[in-house]
């Protein structure tokens, strides 16, 4: 369906959010991460439908744009069905009408399934930052992050996706262009405690409510530099569909799935 997936070999710990908020994360699975934002064209390819507004997301290749987290959940499972992926390995169950709204439910196990989801907070903040510990995932110097980012500095609407730098990953705006909805509800971090990590697991199962907020990381085209920081985070109802927020999709790799993107044998 035209999107490029980034493998993540199993990343293990690294150090997650700033401040007192800031604390060592494991994620213990091999997984994928769309190397670019979903496009309108992208999104109307699977749902048939293009909720964004040309005046914040002039053409087809910009990301799709006032999309709520309902939205992108129903796109990641038409996804799995379009590419004819077991209905056992998708990660969303709509509710009782069969509808992506409240009272729809994240599968049980959702991370063990390959199914197409959103990517956990860990996971985009890991992708994000790309081995760097630093404000931005090329350093702390502001006057680069132009050559990064859509943000309120050279945007004030969504761009084409990938046509500035990427990070050290290959991934495209994980700074700014618009804000991408991830898979968690949002929660205060926890205060670190020895140093122990903790482990990125699925989060709470059972029927999604409109009274929680979910994550949205990375910024977006009419905000500061401070809020496209890797470490920002923001939160909102699953409901709301914003003229600025967005998504990226991934997936949960077997083990085993990318070998053979490891170099041969010395002399192989």
Not at 109 to 122: C, D, H, I, V
């Amino acid at each position: 369906q035209g999107q490029t997936m980034v493998v993540v070999p199993r990343p293990d710990e690294f150090w997650m959010g700033e401040g007192d908020g800031k604390h060592r994360k494991k994620i213990g699975r091999s997984f994928a991460i769309a190397s670019k934002q979903v496009t309108r064209k992208q999104f109307r390819a699977v749902l048939d439908r293009d909720p964004s507004q040309e005046r914040d997301s002039p053409t087809p290749d910009c990301p799709a744009t006032t999309i709520s987290w309902y939205d992108a959940a129903e796109y990641c499972n038409k996804l799995s069905e379009k590419e004819g992926i077991d209905k056992n390995q998708w990660c969303y169950a709509p509710n009782k009408d069969g509808k992506y709204e409240k009272g729809m439910e994240m599968a049980p196990n959702y991370l063990q399934r390959t199914g197409y989801r959103l990517p956990t907070e860990a996971e985009w903040e890991f992708s994000c930052r790309a081995g760097s510990e630093t404000a931005f995932s090329f350093g702390e110097a502001k006057e680069f992050l132009v050559k990064f980012a859509w943000y309120e500095r050279n945007a004030f609407k969504a761009h084409p996706v990938g046509t500035l730098k990427p990070n050290d990953l290959g991934l495209f705006d994980m700074h700014g262009n618009v804000w991408q909805w991830c898979q968690n509800s949002y929660n205060l971090f926890p205060k670190e405690t020895d140093n122990k990590p903790l482990d990125d697991k699925e989060d709470e199962i059972g029927k999604i409510t409109d009274l929680k907020s979910r994550v949205l990381r990375g910024g977006s085209f009419i905000v500061h530099a401070y809020l496209v920081r890797s470490a920002s985070r923001n939160g909102y109802a699953p409901m709301y569909s914003v003229s600025h927020y967005g998504f990226r999709v991934a997936r949960t790799l077997p083990l085993g799935s990318f070998t053979a993107l490891q170099p041969p044998p010395e002399g192989g």
